[in-house]
């Protein structure tokens, strides 16, 4: 059950963070050339590799109560900020991300210069930078959710059957993939995180969950109704406003 | 040196942004939140107080939001 979870959960949030890195990869390449967008690319790929071999083993040397608590406070914290923005987004409050604008406005801030043969300094920095500040969050993902359970490798195949999804269907689109339900994705995955968090750092803080590990069943419910239920808040004080 | 100060304020943004985000209420409620069960935990189970402090965390930080909206 728990591998099941570790696999949606880092393919889920991998999906979402690469479609994001896509738009900006998309507009580096058709405003200043392929050869800066995919160099750039390959170079924060090479370095969120370096993070993931670097950090992995290390973490997965403390203790388990140790890491559990680290690991869980760190998911927790995560997950509420993503189940915050998807609830902001779902209640209307907060604008809903827009690839097709983004994707936009980074094609206007690069400049219509016509690309050249080298690569291009400014877009080698926006695309790396896209790449490495949305991979590094799946980095994180992978690395902890991995080290807790000892299967980095299965979070790894995860979030790496995701980036080839978005790769393929990328590479055949060649525009924004828009269509993506990112909100409810963020949504879902924000519930897994705040889920998982929550049961390993209270493992971590020295709580007993009642029924072992089938108590997650029970803490991805409860997580799961809190949020509909916070949409549903929300949703009525706009209603109420407007 | 105005340089490299100004390399390390963007580092700490960088750290600050992916650990806090948009409000520092998450964190500093999660901290709280599991140092109270850990207390709780030596004199009996704790497990509630994960459970309700986590959508309080979650709930009070969205009502913030939704403050700052009207």
């Given at each position: 059950?728990?591998d099941f979870f570790?696999v949606v959960a880092?393919f889920?949030a991998s999906?979402?963070?690469?479609?994001e890195?896509?738009t900006?990869?998309l507009?580096?390449g058709i405003?200043?050339g392929?050869?800066?967008?995919f160099?750039a690319t390959?170079?924060?790929?090479l370095t969120l590799?370096?993070?993931?071999?670097g950090f992995?083993?290390?973490?997965?040397?403390?203790?388990?109560?140790?890491l559990?608590?680290?690991v869980?406070?760190l998911l927790?914290i995560?997950?509420?900020q993503w189940?915050?923005k998807?609830?902001?987004?779902?209640?209307?409050l907060?604008?809903?991300?827009n690839?097709?604008q983004?994707f936009?406005?980074e094609?206007?801030a690069?400049g219509?210069?016509a690309?050249?043969k080298?690569?291009?300094g400014k877009g080698f920095?926006?695309?790396?930078?896209?790449?490495?500040l949305?991979?590094?969050?799946?980095?994180?993902i992978v690395v902890?959710?991995?080290a807790?359970?000892?299967?980095?490798?299965?979070?790894?195949l995860?979030a790496l059957a995701?980036a080839?999804l978005v790769v393929i269907?990328?590479?055949?689109?060649?525009?924004?993939?828009?269509?993506?339900?990112e909100?409810?994705?963020?949504?879902g995955?924000?519930?897994?995180?705040?889920?998982?968090?929550t049961?390993?750092?209270g493992e971590g803080?020295?709580?007993?969950?009642?029924?072992?590990?089938?108590?997650?069943?029970?803490i991805l419910?409860w997580?799961?109704?809190?949020?509909?239920?916070?949409?549903?808040?929300?949703?009525?004080k706009?209603v109420?406003?407007a | 040196?105005?340089?490299?100060?100004?390399?390390m304020v963007?580092?700490?943004?960088a750290?600050?942004?992916?650990?806090?985000?948009?409000?520092?209420?998450l964190?500093?409620g999660?901290?709280?939140?599991?140092?109270?069960?850990?207390?709780v935990?030596l004199v009996?189970a704790?497990?509630?107080?994960?459970?309700?402090?986590?959508p309080?965390?979650?709930?009070y930080?969205?009502s913030?939001?939704?403050?700052?909206k009207?």
């Amino acid at each position: 059950m728990r591998d099941f979870f570790l696999v949606v959960a880092t393919f889920a949030a991998s999906l979402v963070e690469m479609v994001e890195a896509l738009t900006i990869v998309l507009a580096v390449g058709i405003t200043k050339g392929w050869k800066t967008a995919f160099s750039a690319t390959a170079t924060a790929l090479l370095t969120l590799g370096v993070i993931i071999i670097g950090f992995g083993p290390l973490i997965s040397k403390l203790p388990l109560p140790v890491l559990r608590l680290i690991v869980g406070g760190l998911l927790l914290i995560f997950g509420l900020q993503w189940l915050r923005k998807a609830v902001l987004r779902a209640s209307g409050l907060k604008a809903l991300h827009n690839e097709d604008q983004i994707f936009a406005d980074e094609v206007a801030a690069l400049g219509d210069v016509a690309p050249g043969k080298n690569i291009d300094g400014k877009g080698f920095t926006v695309a790396f930078k896209g790449v490495l500040l949305e991979g590094l969050e799946v980095a994180f993902i992978v690395v902890t959710f991995g080290a807790t359970q000892h299967r980095v490798g299965l979070a790894a195949l995860g979030a790496l059957a995701a980036a080839v999804l978005v790769v393929i269907v990328g590479l055949f689109v060649h525009r924004p993939l828009s269509r993506v339900p990112e909100n409810s994705l963020k949504m879902g995955v924000g519930v897994l995180l705040t889920s998982f968090g929550t049961f390993w750092a209270g493992e971590g803080v020295g709580a007993h969950w009642p029924g072992g590990d089938f108590a997650l069943l029970g803490i991805l419910a409860w997580v799961l109704l809190m949020t509909g239920l916070s949409v549903l808040w929300l949703r009525s004080k706009t209603v109420v406003r407007a | 040196m105005t340089q490299q100060r100004s390399w390390m304020v963007r580092v700490y943004d960088a750290v600050f942004d992916f650990l806090i985000g948009d409000d520092w209420v998450l964190a500093v409620g999660t901290v709280v939140t599991l140092g109270i069960a850990a207390l709780v935990s030596l004199v009996m189970a704790s497990w509630w107080v994960i459970v309700l402090g986590v959508p309080l965390t979650l709930v009070y930080s969205l009502s913030r939001a939704l403050q700052l909206k009207k």
